[in-house]
């Protein structure tokens, strides 16, 4: 089916929103394409944000795009408010399309309460964050997911005093399980982790918890999730659950719109359920198959999906959806380098979660592709290569 588009608004200037316009000009696209961005700053890149930013090792992130050259009308500091078919509403009047990505990603939740509470998605927040990180100063990080951990290390490395505070029985508990997350719980040495204690607020001085009692605090940090960001679709006739629900293809329940990054649940068929993934690679590779579906070409989003985390000296890094497997297997001792891997019940793998293994994860997420089975025996084994465990 050939579509004529001659004009494709993308909302939202992340590398989702960035990465559209350069799909569409790949495959071709000659018509009208503009980008609109809530944020003053020319689009980059949010993993440096938590890590090198925070540390003072680099003052920016910006990605590489010459949107002069990609001939893109880019709108910083325009938020779109509503959608209606063939027409977004903006803060800067209606902007009529035949073609439409969104990709206005996620934002961070916050906690009730009046005290000042810093979250961070933003280069602005991390620029904020990192001048607050003092030797000395007391920092209460809420949750030990993958940004909470991120922020613990830095601000430990800053000679900050540290309280990370998690609902959960362990760090990274929501993410990965209890169990597996566990295993990092050596690398809190020097903080004061308190697992199992909830906040209530944020409030003037320090955190409440629930039940009672306080946690005296100079910087509070939030780091308890995202919610994808689509408000400001709230009123349009889309289909939205978790984000906006898309097809395999990326399509969305309207025509001629297509949705991709942090704010896209879009149907596995690897999987067989739909996935929101709120990570940098889904960012980067689903453009390339939103594009295509825009321009009328046939193309499916079907990744293993993947992340890594830097945390407390350590590389972490995932691949595959955990959930579709049945049981864990570890190689390799908690002190060390080790690796988890989910099998599932006919013993291929389902995901893997590797430390400072980057072996495991590349072949893991090979053997996931391909769909292989593996020998649980010779996989417990950490100097077997994952690749010599097939069957
Ligand atoms: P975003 O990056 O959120 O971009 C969306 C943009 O749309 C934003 O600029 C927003 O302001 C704008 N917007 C929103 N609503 C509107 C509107 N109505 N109108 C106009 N504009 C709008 N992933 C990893 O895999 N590994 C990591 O180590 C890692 N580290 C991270 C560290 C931090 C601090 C953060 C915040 C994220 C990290 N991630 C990491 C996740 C990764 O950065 C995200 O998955 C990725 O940024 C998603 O890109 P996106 O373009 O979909 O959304």
Redesign the pocket.
């Known amino acids: 089916m050939v579509i004529h588009v001659n004009h494709v608004v993308v909302?939202?200037?992340?590398?989702?929103?960035?990465?559209s316009v350069e799909a569409l000009r790949a495959r071709g696209f000659g018509g009208k394409i503009t980008l609109?961005?809530?944020?003053r700053?020319r689009?980059y890149?949010?993993?440096?944000?938590?890590?090198a930013v925070?540390m003072g090792e680099t003052d920016s992130s910006f990605v590489g795009s010459d949107l002069a050259a990609l001939e893109t009308d880019f709108r910083p500091g325009?938020?779109?408010?509503a959608l209606r078919a063939g027409a977004v509403e903006?803060?800067e009047g209606e902007l009529g399309y035949d073609g439409l990505v969104i990709?206005?990603?996620?934002?961070?939740i916050r906690l009730p309460g009046d005290g000042p509470q810093h979250v961070?998605?933003?280069l602005d927040?991390?620029l904020e964050l990192r001048a607050l990180l003092v030797p000395g100063a007391r920092v209460a990080i809420i949750g030990a997911g993958?940004?909470g951990a991120?922020?613990a290390t830095a601000a430990r490395r800053k000679g900050c005093a540290v309280t990370v505070i998690e609902a959960g029985p362990a760090p990274l508990t929501q993410a990965v399980g209890a169990e597996l997350g566990a295993r990092t719980l050596p690398w809190y040495e020097g903080i004061d982790l308190r697992l199992d204690t909830m906040v209530s607020s944020v409030d003037e001085g320090g955190v409440t918890l629930v039940g009672g009692g306080t946690v005296a605090a100079d910087v509070v940090v939030t780091g308890i999730g995202?919610r994808p960001?689509?408000?400001?679709?709230a009123d349009a006739d889309l289909d939205l659950h978790n984000g906006v629900v898309t097809d395999e293809h990326l399509r969305t329940s309207l025509p001629n719109v297509v949705a991709?990054?942090?704010?896209?649940a879009w149907w596995s068929r690897r999987y067989g359920r739909r996935l929101r993934?709120?990570?940098?690679?889904?960012?980067l590779g689903?453009p390339e198959v939103a594009a295509a579906t825009l321009l009328g070409e046939e193309a499916v989003y079907d990744p293993v999906p993947?992340?890594?985390?830097?945390q407390f000296g350590h590389m972490v890094q995932y691949a595959g959806h955990h959930p579709a497997g049945e049981r864990v297997i570890y190689r390799g001792d908690a002190t060390g380098k080790w690796s988890a891997l989910w099998l599932a019940a006919d013993d291929t793998l389902a995901a893997v979660m590797a430390v400072d293994r980057p072996r495991d994860l590349v072949q893991g997420r090979r053997i996931i592709e391909a769909g292989h089975r593996l020998d649980e025996e010779r996989l417990v084994d950490p100097d077997v290569p994952l690749r010599d465990c097939v069957v």
């Open positions: 909302v939202g200037a992340g590398l989702a929103g960035v990465r609109i961005g809530q944020e700053h689009p890149d949010r993993p440096p944000l938590s890590k925070l325009v938020t779109a408010t903006t803060t990709a206005s990603g996620a934002d961070p961070l998605r933003t927040d991390a993958w940004i991120e922020v995202v960001a689509v408000e400001w679709l991709v990054g942090d704010c896209a993934v709120e990570h940098w690679d889904t960012a689903a993947y992340f890594w985390s830097e």
